[in-house]
């Protein structure tokens, strides 16, 4: 567990099959491999060693400084969701799964959380405010959601949301573009069929096509921007290239889309890690990965870069580059651990608590414990991400 006064000292490190990239916050660096001595997990290359040492004496490993203040808001913590991998998800003693609890931001409540931050941000010595709408589902709490970004407007440097999409009608776009808002991250669960298997509504509906008709109308009657996200899992990869094509044929401007993938954990991988069978599936899903990016950024559509793990919520001094905010004031060290009781830090009318050592975790803390789990994840998103770059940056 990461002490709260210090922030990650450390780079990401992606491969493909010619080059290592190492990402920092300040800067990606392309490393050619050599084939003699190709390294393995933590055994790198004399060429990759003395690039790291000679980012470290540079400062590479560290966030710049910025004048930035970055702000999560929760603005509901229900959702119209269930799906079942959810990270809001928790279990009780009897194993059963229920959501954090149920809390939902009030235009008022909105307006003295719009105030704290700005406070805090005089406080932490940034001039600017980046704000992140998340949940739950943000779009429980419209009127919230414009409230805050009303309430922050003259401060507002960026503003995007996190939603699932089912709600965002044209009125809503409109509202939410006219207020600031920039951008909408939505995610898809593989294509139709796969996609509705799992992120069905509360009352069981299908959702696909509904999300697929309101990205469309944003995109078309808006200038919000959208970034699609799709979770990938062994099961649903093959469904990947017909989400392109639906998006393709129903966006009329695809520059407007940026798309990404996350490898969902399945620890059922983990088996046999040293196995050929394993390394392949690592190098089979990233090719197949790749030749859907590469098809969709042929058709127009941007790519979500590779970056480093430097978030600005949950590294460093509580507060002094950015803060997570839930509906009722509650303070939260991370996105993950919002909404969690056993790891509130304080809240918007007493401040940041005194001793956080033992409730203070980052987004990557509150992981570790499953990092073992997610083993052939991490190398199927290493050698996508490595690939992706390689694809990004050829001559």
């Keep these: 567990m990461s002490a709260a006064t210090s922030p990650p000292q450390s780079f990401r490190i992606v491969s493909s099959p010619e080059n290592d990239w190492i990402l920092s916050p300040r800067a990606t660096i392309k490393v050619r491999r050599q084939p003699q001595s190709a390294h393995s997990g933590n055994d790198n290359s004399p060429s990759l060693e003395r690039a790291l040492e000679k980012m470290r004496a540079l400062g590479y490993q560290s966030p710049p400084d910025t004048k930035l203040f970055s702000a999560t808001v929760l603005t509901s913590t229900d959702c119209n969701f269930r799906c079942f991998y959810c990270f809001q998800n928790e279990k009780t003693e009897e194993d059963v799964v229920r959501r954090i609890p149920k809390m939902r931001l009030t235009v008022p409540q909105a307006s003295r959380i719009s105030l704290w931050v700005k406070n805090r941000m005089e406080k932490a010595g940034c001039d600017r405010i980046s704000l992140l709408l998340f949940g739950g589902e943000p779009l429980l709490s419209p ?3 414009l409230a805050l970004l009303n309430g ?10 996190i939603s699932n999409g089912y709600m965002l009608t044209m009125e809503t776009a409109t509202a939410l573009a006219d207020a600031g808002l920039e951008s909408i991250q939505l995610t898809f669960d593989g294509n139709n069929r796969d996609h509705d298997a799992v992120r069905s509504t509360t009352g069981g509906q299908p959702s696909y096509r509904r999300i697929i008709r309101n990205l469309a109308t944003a995109v078309d009657d808006t200038p919000l921007r959208i970034g699609v996200r799709i979770n990938v899992t062994r099961s649903n990869i093959d469904g990947v290239p017909g989400i392109i094509s639906d998006l393709v ?5 695809l520059s407007r889309l940026t798309l990404s993938f996350a490898i969902v954990r ?7 890690l040293e196995t050929q069978q394993a390394k392949d599936t690592v190098d089979s899903m990233a090719c197949s990965l790749l030749d859907a ?8 559509m941007l790519l979500g870069k590779p970056a480093s793990n430097d978030c600005a919520f949950c590294a460093g001094t509580p507060g002094h580059t950015g803060a997570v905010v839930t509906p009722d004031g509650g303070l939260y060290s991370s996105w993950e651990t919002a909404g969690r009781a056993d790891y509130k830090v304080g809240d918007i009318y007493a401040g940041y608590q005194v001793d956080l050592e033992s409730k203070w975790l980052s987004c990557h803390d509150f992981y570790e414990d499953n990092q073992q789990a997610a083993t052939v994840s991490q190398k199927i998103r290493s050698a996508y991400e490595g690939r992706l770059l390689d694809y990004l940056y050829s001559p």
Excluded at 266 to 272: K, L
């Design 152 to 161: 922050m407007q003259d401060k507002l440097e960026h503003a995007h949301m």
């Design 249 to 253: 044929d129903n966006v009329q401007d």
């Design 143 to 145: 009127h919230a959601c």
């Design 266 to 272: 399945d620890y059922s991988w983990n088996r046999d």
């Design 293 to 300: 990016a590469q098809t969709a950024h042929k058709a127009g």
